[in-house]
């Protein structure tokens, strides 16, 4: 039945498409699509080499083909990240229009590239569970909606791997990343996380996929993915739209 309402719904915004006339959301011009084709080849076919493990570029003097020097140092929870390009104009763009812009359609957009990406990744094996990260209730009241879940609910129907939208709570409201400074950062989130206690027996022994919008220091990735191999998941892979390019 959800694959039914997801097929209805999309049928449903494409009739929806044909009948109006929109614009890209990046350059203005009319089109049919939220991104124009031109604007999609040249923001979002990233070749960029980057980090198996965070997802930051390497710079092509790496020793390590893989792997980034602080990833090697000191390697992160997660064992994977996939990104769809640079949180860097004008992609940002989309990230705002959608945040705060309340465009919601550009959530099947971000799944469909994240899928496109995720796909591309022949070596690396797909999740057997996804689950966004979870806003905290003041956050979820201001917004209206979780930015990671709307991605996660197209992202799973794509991908064909189930979704737990409640496997992860935020036991405590947590200040926005991006305000801290990055030595406050792993404070903020630390044991910000619980494990729906019903959830347990799905992620034992499971690679487990968190979706997100962006990836900034991967700080509250890292303490997800802590918390995920306490209670016994076997592997965790991020899936995340756009990724700062800088520590
Ligand atoms: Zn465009
Ligand atoms: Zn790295």
Redesign the pocket.
């Known amino acids: 039945m959800p694959a039914l309402r997801h097929l209805l719904k999309q049928q449903f915004h494409k009739a929806i498409a044909t009948l109006l006339p929109c614009s890209c959301v990046l350059c203005g011009k009319t089109c049919k699509t939220l991104v124009c084709p031109e604007c999609h080849l040249q923001f979002f076919k990233d070749s960029t080499s980057r980090?198996v493990?965070?997802?930051?570029p390497l710079i092509s003097t790496s020793a390590n083909p893989h792997?980034?020097g602080?990833?090697l140092s000191t390697a992160?929870n997660f064992d994977h990240t996939i990104v769809v390009c640079n949180y860097v104009a004008p992609s940002d763009q989309l990230i705002l229009a959608y945040k705060f812009g309340h465009r919601l359609a550009i959530a099947a957009l971000f799944a469909e590239m994240l899928r496109d990406a995720a796909l591309k990744e022949h070596q690396q094996s797909l999740c057997d569970v996804l689950c966004p990260v979870p806003l905290g209730r003041q956050r979820l009241i201001e917004r209206g909606f979780n930015q990671s879940l709307e991605i996660a609910k197209p992202l799973s129907h794509h991908l064909g791997v189930a979704l737990y939208p409640a496997l992860l709570h935020r036991s405590r409201e947590t200040a926005q990343q991006s305000s801290l400074h990055p030595d406050d950062r792993h404070k903020n989130v630390r044991n910000a996380f619980t494990i729906d206690s019903t959830a347990i027996e799905l992620i034992r022994g499971k690679h487990v996929g968190v979706v997100d919008d962006v990836m900034t220091t991967g700080t509250t990735l890292n303490e997800i993915a802590s918390i995920l191999k306490r209670f016994g998941a076997a592997k965790v892979s991020n899936y995340v739209f756009a990724r700062t390019p800088l520590h």
């Not at 493990?53 to 930051?56: D, F, R």
Request: net charge negative; glycine share 0%; proline share 10%.
């Open positions: 980090c493990q965070c997802a930051i792997h980034c602080d990833c992160p």
